[in-house]
Structure formats: structure tokens, C-alpha cells
């Protein structure tokens, strides 16, 4: 479980080196970044990128987005970003991996991904 929890946050860390073009400086010193769900700026520590597309969120709202995904069966889950201008929604998925990272701390969340994941 350290193994696994340590590379998480390594690719976490790297996931966020790997989005600066996402962040915008706030008088210099704090990088911010646009969250997809709620559209506040949070500071970049707060920020969740999915891996393959690179769409940030903040860690609480695509934590409670994956969550109640979860919570309604769903297992696939997809990236909630929707480009407004063109109408479309983001085809990535998420990985296992990021997905258990995201509801780690609600073990009730993790037994019914794994309860429901075993079905499909």
C-alpha cells in the first residue's frame, strides 16, 4: 500500500509539472489553475489533472464526481470536462489508478468500486 501510495504522488507530482500550460501566476509567486467543475481559481497543490487528456479539476470536485459516479454503478469513469464552445464532452477515462487515489479516503466508496468493477 506505501508502494502504491508513493507512486501516485509521484505521478500526481508529475502529472502537474506536466500541465503548467493550464496555469496561470497570481502577482508572480502563486500558480492557479481553473477548475472544469466549479470554475473557481485554486491553487495548483489543489488541483487534480487527468493523466491522458490533461483536464485540471479541483481534487474535492473531481473526488465527489468520481465518487457519485461510483455510487451509481458506474466503473468506467469518464473525464467531466465539457468543451462549452464546441459541445463536447471529453472521451478519456480514468485510470484504476487514479480513480482509487481520488476516493482513498472513503473505504465504503473503494468496496463498492471493486464490488461493482468485479461485475462488469
Do not use: W
Not at 491522458?52 to 466503473?75: A, P
Not at 463536447?88 to 461493482?116: A, G, H, N, S, W
Amino acid at each position: 500500500a506505501a508502494s502504491l501510495s508513493r507512486t501516485v504522488s509521484e505521478r500526481r507530482f508529475m502529472i502537474q509539472r506536466a500541465t503548467s500550460d493550464l496555469v496561470r501566476s497570481l502577482s508572480g509567486t502563486e500558480k492557479t489553475f481553473k477548475c472544469a467543475i466549479c470554475l473557481c481559481f485554486e491553487r495548483i497543490n489543489e488541483g487534480f489533472a487527468v493523466e491522458e487528456c490533461g483536464h485540471m479539476f479541483c481534487y474535492e470536485c473531481l473526488s465527489t464526481y468520481t465518487g457519485s459516479q461510483i455510487v451509481d454503478g458506474i466503473t468506467d469513469i469518464q473525464c467531466p470536462y465539457i468543451d462549452s464552445e464546441a459541445g463536447t464532452r471529453c472521451t478519456t477515462r480514468l485510470q484504476e489508478t487514479q480513480i482509487l487515489q481520488l476516493v482513498e479516503e472513503d473505504p465504503d466508496i473503494i468496496c463498492k468500486y471493486q464490488r461493482f468493477k468485479a461485475f462488469h
